[in-house]
């Protein structure tokens, strides 16, 4: 379980105020950095972008100073788990960006909020913020290739489109209407979603009809073609070849035997 200390959302300090925490405040930090700082590891000074992310260990020094402008967001947290950064793949003391900061952010406020009116379940829920704000850090910086120099917004145009479609069954997706989400050519499109997401966007979106239509059939007992029609599936022929190809039986076969 995680156990949050102080923390702060959106916090200003005055211009080049420094923190300087040789021996580090006792517990993790996991520091959202808005404006550049200047960041001491051991002997190595390094000079942030805006929108940089760092978590400290216990022990580890926490010296940085802002460059000028001093914003950031955080959270101080201890955690009866000492293989949490195995467990969700995270990065500890070192500078690491990612492609959606705001959304990171708004889970830091989430957090903030919490421990400021403390409600019922306080504890229960404080645990499960910063679990979801890992995850999302984990998600979102294994699945962004942020050293290959593509920029991340062009990542989080690719997630958003990626949205648009899955959560649009029963849109008339064709390579074109896909690639336009992006305003790029077709062969780009789907180049850069396969390196985005590790699958095609026709892969992805036929995987998550035949969901769509298998809990139809089996949990809303529909006739096939009226399922086949609510999933996204135009030509009942081959929606029967699709289906039985990946469940090894007919959409009728299926159905009768659920």
């Not at 950031?72 to 990612?98: E, I, Q, W």
């Not at 019922?120 to 704000?133: C, K, S, T, V």
């Not at 699958?199 to 399922?227: H, I």
Request: hydrophobic residues 35%; proline residues 5%.
């Amino acid at each position: 379980m995680f156990y949050p200390g102080y923390c702060d959302y959106n916090r200003s300090n005055p211009d080049y105020d420094t923190i300087n925490r040789p021996s580090g405040s006792g517990d993790y930090l996991f520091l959202y950095l808005i404006t550049p700082m200047r960041i001491q590891f051991d002997t190595e000074t390094i000079v942030t972008k805006e929108n940089a992310f760092l978590l400290y260990t216990p022990g580890e020094a926490q010296i940085y100073q802002a460059v000028r402008r001093f914003k950031n967001s955080f959270v101080h947290f201890t955690c009866d788990n000492g293989n949490f950064l195995k467990d969700y793949d995270l990065p500890a003391n070192r500078v690491v960006y990612l492609p959606d900061p705001g959304a990171m952010n708004a889970v830091l406020r989430s957090i903030y909020v919490e421990s400021v009116l403390k409600q019922d379940f306080y504890a229960e829920h404080m645990d499960l913020l910063i679990r979801q704000l890992f995850i999302l850090f984990s998600r979102q910086l294994h699945t962004w290739p942020g050293g290959s120099g593509i920029p991340a917004d062009l990542y989080e145009q690719f997630r958003k489109a990626r949205i648009e479609i899955l959560t649009n069954l029963t849109g008339e997706w064709n390579s074109e209407s896909m690639a336009a989400l992006t305003n790029l050519g077709v062969s780009q499109f789907y180049n850069y979603y396969q390196l985005f997401f590790n699958r095609s966007p026709k892969a992805e979106l036929l995987e998550a009809r035949l969901e769509r239509a298998r809990y139809l059939l089996r949990v809303e007992a529909m006739p096939v073609g009226q399922a086949a029609a609510q999933s996204g599936f135009t030509n009942l022929s081959h929606f029967t070849r699709y289906f039985k190809k990946e469940c090894g039986m007919t959409p009728s076969a299926y159905a009768q035997n659920t």
